[in-house]
């Protein structure tokens, strides 16, 4: 449970921005209702109370991220010296897209010049083929 005043700490987040028109709002419980992974939201709780956003070991990068992006929580907020661990997913995910494009672009041109030297050995094995073996 978190209240409401902590929460003013951070203008325009979506957890600063609560209203009792929202349809996470229980008018019976007079509270908020929020179906998010509990470990992740806590870390954004401590990160708006403190100021400071401190990465748990615990819990991949990726999962903070989406928390932090659907709480629009700035990325300022990450503190520098978990930074890099902040970060270290995203840069070891573009390197993976990197590599997987590479892998595409490499086994699309293996494979056309396969495709290609198919086509020579019919035609070297098999004059009048085509037109290519026909040439003298
Ligand atoms: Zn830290």
Redesign the pocket.
């Known amino acids: 449970m978190v209240l409401q005043s902590t929460l003013a700490n951070f203008p325009n987040t979506k957890l600063s921005d609560l209203s009792q028109l929202s349809e996470n709002y229980d008018p019976l419980e007079k509270e908020y209702f929020f179906d998010r992974d509990p470990e992740a939201f806590n870390v954004i709780i401590n990160a708006i109370s403190s100021g400071?956003?401190?990465?748990p070991t615990h819990i991949c990068s990726a999962i903070i991220r989406q928390e932090m992006e659907f709480w629009k929580i700035p990325l300022n907020i990450?503190?520098?010296?978990?930074?890099k661990?902040f970060c270290q997913f995203e840069e070891e995910n573009q390197i993976r897209k990197n590599l997987k494009q590479e892998v595409e672009i490499y086994e699309s041109e293996h494979r056309h010049g396969m495709k290609n030297s198919n086509e020579m050995w019919k035609n070297l094995e098999n004059p009048g083929h085509s037109n290519f073996s026909l040439v003298r």
Request: hydrophobic share 45%; aromatic share 10%; charged share 20%.
């Open positions: 400071e956003l401190h990465m990450v503190s520098e010296c978990c930074w661990v």
